[in-house]
Antibody
């Protein structure tokens, strides 16, 4: 059974960089059938896809966040990571990592981490 | 960007009822590009349907999807107590994923 698990600081200061890591277990991050994604959900609000990465390093970012986001992959550790720079209070959210099905047109997310709350505050 | 609008925001229903949730896209899409999720408080979303009507393993057949063009629906044929949750639609287009704002189904 595949599992994905987020890790990283729960509190980040304004203007600093939010950094999270997702560890994948029970499956290989180098499978050509899947992409790997970061999503977020502000408290009480809806879902937003931050971006995705393929095993070969190809990335796709949400245009509204593109200037501040970097997603990278470490196949040797079966992990992928998120860096979001110049954070403000508006970036406070539950951050999820997830697996995205690459062979279906809707590109849905079939496995999700439990989510980690990141608060931006001084 | 293809904006997805879900309505109503909240539905108050009883177990055993049939419910239809709406997801309207601002631009025409094929139902193959649409997915639906269920989210309960404090939990990650769970994939219910993708490619219009495909259900992942373990999703009951009381959940079904339909629609075309800009109007799509998720139908729950008979509400079970565990179905009270928030439901989101999601689409993939021009290499971007977007979600609707969600519909809460409450008792």
């Amino acid at each position: 059974q595949l599992q994905v698990q987020e890790s990283g600081p729960g509190l980040v200061k304004p203007s600093e960089t939010l950094s999270l890591t997702c560890t994948v277990s029970g499956g290989s991050i180098t499978s050509s059938s899947y992409y790997w994604a970061w999503l977020r959900q502000p408290p009480g609000k809806g879902l937003e896809c931050i971006g995705t990465i393929y095993y070969n390093g190809d990335t796709n970012y949400n245009p509204s966040l593109k200037s501040r986001v970097t997603i990278s992959i470490d196949a040797s550790k079966n992990q992928f990571s998120l860096n979001l720079g110049s954070v403000t209070a508006a970036d406070t959210a539950v951050y999820y990592c997830a697996r995205q099905m690459g062979w279906t047109l809707s590109r849905p997310f079939d496995y999700w981490g439990q989510g980690t709350l990141v608060t931006v505050s001084s | 960007e293809n904006v997805l609008t879900q309505s109503p925001g909240t539905l108050s229903l009883s177990p055993g009822e049939r419910v239809t949730l709406s997801c309207r896209a601002s631009q025409t899409i094929s139902s193959s590009y649409l997915a639906w999720y269920q989210q309960k408080p404090g939990q990650a979303p769970r994939l219910l349907l993708y490619g219009a009507s495909a259900r992942p393993t373990g999703i009951p057949d009381r959940f079904s999807g339909s629609g075309s063009g800009t109007d799509f629906t998720l139908t729950i044929s008979r509400l079970e107590p565990e179905d009270f949750a928030v439901y989101y639609c999601q689409q993939f287009g021009t290499s971007q994923v977007t979600f609707g704002g969600g519909t809460k189904v409450e008792i």
